[in-house]
């Protein structure tokens, strides 16, 4: 379950808690019984590597399609022998 933070918009009185997803916020102080705003702290996911952005993983057109496989390369002719040198 995770931890929120809470503090008083009244008297500053700043705490945690932990309280399921599906628990309603807390609304009232429990020293003075103000209003109760919620504090956002940073989230402690990085995401590093490729792959997270919009542009990895799309070519210079920004399409997401892949091109189709070039076909095979027929073999090159063989150059015929040369002929050896006369002495």
Known sequence: MPTYAY???DCSHAFEIVQSFTDNSLTSCPECLGTLRKKFNSVGVVFKGSGFYRTDSRDAKGS???P???PAATPAA???PAAAAAS
Do not use: D, N, R
């Open 68 to 70: 189709a496989p070039a």
């Open 64 to 66: 997401t399609v892949s």
């Open 7 to 9: 503090a008083c918009k």
């Open 78 to 80: 063989t150059p015929a």
